[in-house]
Antibody, heavy 122, light 107 residues
Framework: QVQLVQSGAEVKKPGASVKVSCKAS????????IHWVRQAPGQGLEWMGY????????NTAQKFQGRVTMTWDTSISTAYMDLSRLRSDDTAVYYC???????????????WGQGTLVTVSS | EIVMTQSPATLSVSPGERVTLSCRAS??????VAWYQQIPGQAPRLLIY???TRATGIPARFSGSGSGTEFTLTISSLQSEDFAVYHC?????????FGQGAKLEIK
């Protein structure tokens, strides 16, 4: 079945970086946009950006530009999200999500990975 | 950036009742709204996209409607497993944005 499996929880100090992985299965990874969405404790959902393995591109929300790097390895169907210069307000669950039906950008998300809790604390 | 506003923030309802959740966009977004259900401690699950198309495997008691700036999610007869947080999201253009969430709780 279609599935996204993310790496485990992380605890980081302010100023450090974190890299979250997202392994896809059950579909052709290179045909789909993969997005990253985060959710701070008790808060709503926030879109961070996407990768487009099909057209070899990325797009990052302005808020995260300069701090977020999204990459992928098609050979192992895995996407990565690297967030640098961590602050306490980056404490959140980070989700990878698959976009729509593939090839084109639809902007709705299904399925979701299980989430990775990143805690930033001194 | 398009702002999505959900109302009410919390709704207390009884099993079997019909409930309607609202979502307003700060500018016209056609029919490009998705709805997600999130049970505490779990990842969100897609319910509706394109304002009214149910995702695969979603029960028929969930329906979506609206266009332009006003959208609704209706659950025709609440089941115990439907008590959760519901998020709307505009997928008209990036940056994709979500509402703040609406919590359905048992009365």
């Amino acid at each position: 079945q279609v599935q996204l499996v993310q790496s485990g929880a992380e605890v980081k100090k302010p100023g450090a970086s974190v890299k979250v992985s997202c392994k896809a299965s059950g579909f052709t990874f290179s045909d789909y946009y993969i997005h990253w969405v985060r959710q701070a404790p008790g808060q709503g959902l926030e879109w961070m950006g996407y990768i487009n393995p099909y057209r070899d591109g990325t797009n990052t929300a302005q808020k995260f530009q300069g701090r977020v790097t999204m990459t992928w390895d098609t050979s192992i169907s895995t996407a990565y999200m690297d967030l640098s210069r961590l602050r306490s307000d980056d404490t959140a669950v980070y989700y990878c999500v698959r976009d729509g039906f593939g090839k084109s950008l639809y902007g709705w998300f299904d399925p979701w990975g299980q989430g990775t809790l990143v805690t930033v604390s001194s | 950036e398009i702002v999505m506003t959900q109302s009410p923030a919390t709704l207390s309802v009884s099993p079997g009742e019909r409930v309607t959740l609202s979502c307003r966009a700060s500018q016209s977004i056609g029919s490009n709204v998705a709805w997600y259900q999130q049970i505490p401690g779990q990842a969100p699950r897609l319910l509706i996209y394109g304002a009214s198309t149910r995702a695969t495997g979603i029960p028929a008691r969930f329906s979506g409607s609206g266009s332009g700036t006003e959208f609704t999610l209706t659950i025709s007869s609440l089941q115990s497993e439907d008590f959760a947080v519901y998020h709307c999201q505009q997928h008209n253009n990036w940056p994709y944005t979500f509402g703040q969430g609406a919590k359905l709780e048992i009365k």
